[in-house]
């Protein structure tokens, strides 16, 4: 057996909302603020994961976030699309989001894929933030661009603000509906027990910061302890597409959540008929900020730790399914991980 080598994992962040109301384009602000401050090299963006450093969330987080409080590495989001299936992820993976944004477009406020994806939440059990985006629309808005929110919504006519207000009440009136008790998130004091509201736009940058201290703060304070895994153990993760990729057949798309996962090791996948054992051919990482559908643009690693996106490729992976979990087998009983995999189909 290896020595145990106890580490703290990046928190896994799920953005959830309805169709169009502007989880890529959150996300795309978080990196692409970092690209205009040339930390191109500092974030790592997986497939369907971003993996954003704490230095990164801190020199976005502004004077909001100090390094020093935070032992965490950073946040790895993991942005969902509008449609169906990553109701099915959830409910299979389970353990996948440690902490989720639901991100609402401030005029829209509640919508069918809200409500599911609340309903998600709910059951799960996953602590959350309500993003209520898109605030630049607001009429009579002066942006202040990538601004704290609280500083921006301070510096606006009284006109914009009490606009801006009557569709953040109407919101946080949505979610007491939904069973949430919720509140603009500088008034929240307990978030195990409230829901913060973060007014931001996704367009101008405004109440970013906001969003990534609040989502530290949050992993921090409530979810360090879950954080603490064995990095050196053999890898668990959830299958988030299966994908064919060019000149590796078909390939798995995963979210590795615990342990670590090395290339030629054994692995068992949840197939449509029965779990798939197959050995690791490739693990595949597409470079820092890269197109993820340019396949040259992959990186081949030797091995990759827990939580991060990856791209496995293998032989026999055709009946692999999206939602079901991957583990390593390394020095355990093939029949034991196969058990393991069959129990969380
Ligand atoms: P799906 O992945 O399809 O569920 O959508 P999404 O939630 O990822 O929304 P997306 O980020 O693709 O944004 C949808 C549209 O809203 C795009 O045209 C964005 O430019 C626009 N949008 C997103 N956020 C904002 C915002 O804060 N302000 C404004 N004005 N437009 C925004
Ligand atoms: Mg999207």
Do not use: C
Not at 4 to 32: F, M, Q, Y
Not at 135 to 163: C, F, H, L
Not at 333 to 345: F, G, K, P, S, T
Request: no cysteine; net charge negative; charged share 25%.
């Amino acid at each position: 057996h290896e020595t145990e080598t106890r580490s703290l994992r990046t928190p896994i962040v799920a953005v959830l909302g309805h169709v169009d109301h502007g989880k890529t384009s959150l996300l795309d602000k978080i990196r692409g603020s970092t690209v205009i401050e040339g930390e191109a090299g500092a974030i790592t963006q997986h497939i369907g994961a971003t993996a954003v450093p704490l230095d990164v969330v801190s020199k976005v987080a502004g004077k909001l976030v100090n390094p020093d409080d935070f032992d965490l590495p950073g946040l790895l989001f993991i942005d969902t699309p509008g449609h169906h299936s990553f109701t099915t992820l959830r409910s299979r993976g389970g353990a996948l989001a440690d902490i989720a944004i639901l991100v609402v477009d401030v005029n829209d406020g509640f919508q069918p894929q809200t409500v599911e994806a609340i309903n998600i939440l709910k059951q799960s059990q996953t602590p959350f933030i309500v993003a209520a985006n898109k605030i630049d629309t607001t009429p009579g808005w002066n942006p202040e661009m990538d601004a704290p929110v609280q500083q921006t919504y301070e510096a606006q006519s009284d006109r914009a603000r009490s606009t801006l207000d009557s569709s953040l009440y109407e919101l946080i009136g949505e979610l007491s509906d939904a069973g949430f008790s919720a509140d603009l998130y500088w008034r929240v004091q307990n978030f195990q027990n409230n829901i913060g509201v973060v007014p931001v736009s996704a367009e101008t940058g405004e109440g970013v910061p906001d969003v990534l201290t609040v989502l530290m703060g949050l992993a921090q304070r409530y979810m360090r302890e879950d954080m603490e895994i064995d990095v050196a153990g053999p890898g668990a993760g959830t299958v988030l597409e299966v994908k064919e990729e060019k000149g590796f057949g078909t390939t798995l798309d995963v979210v590795l959540y615990d342990g670590t996962v090395r290339a030629d090791e054994t692995i068992v996948v949840g197939g449509m008929n029965e779990p798939i054992v197959t050995d690791v051919r490739a693990l595949l990482k597409p470079r820092p900020l890269a197109e993820i559908r340019t396949e040259d643009r992959f990186e081949k690693v030797d091995s990759i730790a827990a939580a991060a996106g990856v791209k496995i490729a293998a032989p026999n992976l055709d009946e692999a399914m999206a939602g079901a979990p991957v583990r390593v087998v390394r020095d355990r009983e093939i029949e034991d991980v196969i058990e393991e995999v069959q129990a969380e189909l």
